[in-house]
């Protein structure tokens, strides 16, 4: 079992930041690709950004690039996602989860745990 905890959520003025953590506790060891993916009200999830806890290059959806970066810190076991720029667009809940494909991956399906998420507000 994995546990995964998001904080960092809040309200923010639109062009401002914040940074989320995922705090990942149990067999994390067995997942390799953590993801954040975000779900505005009557919307679908949607991928934000993955990154492998072996290193590489991360994963970032078209409407983030440039603007989002997700980092790990291996010995907390922790991801972040640093959001900068932030537009009213970016509101939603925002998860984290935790994936056994060994590529990265963008397709929540293939996340096996999730965290109960955090909200994010931008107002405009």
């Known amino acids: 079992q994995v546990q995964l905890v998001e904080s960092g959520g809040g309200l923010v003025q639109a062009g401002g930041s914040l940074r989320l953590s995922c705090a990942a506790s149990?067999?994390?060891?067995?997942?390799?690709?953590m993801g954040w993916f975000r779900q505005a009200p009557g919307k679908e999830r949607e991928f934000v950004a993955a990154?492998?806890?072996?290193?590489?290059?991360?994963n970032y959806a078209d409407s983030v690039k440039g603007r989002f970066t997700v980092s790990r810190d291996n010995a907390e076991n922790t991801v972040y996602l640093q959001m900068n720029s932030l537009k009213p667009e970016d509101a939603a809940v925002y998860y984290c989860?935790?994936?056994?494909?060994?590529?990265?991956?963008?397709?929540?399906?293939?996340?096996?745990?999730w965290g109960q998420g955090t909200r994010v507000t931008v107002s405009s």
């Open positions: 989860a935790a994936s056994q494909v060994v590529a990265v991956t963008t397709t929540p399906r293939n996340y096996r745990f």
């Open positions: 149990g067999q994390i060891f067995r997942y390799y690709v």
């Open positions: 990154i492998k806890w072996s290193g590489g290059s991360p």
